[in-house]
């Protein structure tokens, strides 16, 4: 059975502050997904990596997927309130794609 | 900005019923998918479908569940004999597959009383 540990699961900071937001799995996955869901919606998502040590970058949002292909991290420089949200990172294996519980961040004005 | 539609937004059903949720997946898509979140729990992945055939399905998709693609532009996901714990929103999302992005619709909670 593969698994996805998101940490931490909540998360609740200062506007302005930096934080990283870590997935982390045994398996290794042919690309990893990050999401982002608000509550009574779908998952939408935000960045697909697929080379192991890739990293990229959504404006404030840098996403980076380990050299292995079983762990990645959400770093966001600068948190603003509009960040606040459900952060689900995903990890696809053929056609199948298996989330984590999710990071619930809260970012205080 | 082309998205992915579902119907009904909210089915509430009595126990043993069958539902069938419908889903217009975005029009160059090939690849389908179903997945679940019972309140508070992960999104749980349920079936994939492509070329009108199943790719990959959970241990969740038992007989209980089917999928098909009836036509050019629907596709459903059947449950048949609905139990309590069938309560979940379901969500249905496409994917073009050379981005490896999926789309996901806006769910349909299933309420089973």
């Known amino acids: 059975t593969q698994l996805l540990e998101q940490s931490p699961q909540f998360l609740s900071i200062q506007e302005g502050e930096n934080l990283t937001v870590y997935c982390n799995s045994s398996?290794?996955?042919?690309?990893l997904q990050w999401y982002r869901q608000e509550p009574g919606e779908g998952p939408v998502l935000l960045v697909t990596?697929?080379?192991?040590?890739e990293v990229k970058k959504l404006k404030r949002l840098t996403f980076q997927f380990g050299d292995a292909r079983k762990d990645s991290s959400l770093h966001i420089t600068a948190a603003q309130p509009g960040d606040t949200g459900l952060y689900l990172c995903?990890?696809?294996?053929?056609?199948?794609?298996?989330f984590g519980k999710g990071t619930r961040l809260h970012i205080l004005p | 900005e082309p998205e992915v539609t579902q119907t009904p937004s909210h089915q509430v059903t009595q126990m043993g019923q069958e539902v069938i949720l419908r889903c217009v997946p975005i029009?160059?898509?090939?690849?389908f998918y179903w997945y679940r979140q019972i309140l508070g729990q992960k999104v749980e992945f349920l079936v994939s479908?492509?070329?009108?055939?199943?790719?990959?399905k959970s241990e969740i998709f038992d007989d209980q569940f089917s999928v098909e693609r009836p036509d050019g532009s629907n596709f459903t996901l059947k449950i048949r004999s609905t139990k309590l714990e069938d309560s979940a929103m379901y969500f249905c999302?496409?994917?073009?597959?050379?981005?490896?992005?999926?789309?996901f619709g806006p769910g349909t909670r299933l309420t089973v009383t």
């Open positions: 398996s290794v996955f042919s690309s």
């Open positions: 479908f492509y070329n009108n055939e199943i790719s990959e």
């Open positions: 029009s160059n898509h090939l690849y």
């Open positions: 990596v697929v080379t192991g040590g």
């Open positions: 995903a990890g696809v294996l053929y056609d199948k794609i298996i």
């Open positions: 999302a496409s994917e073009r597959r050379d981005t490896y992005e999926q789309y």
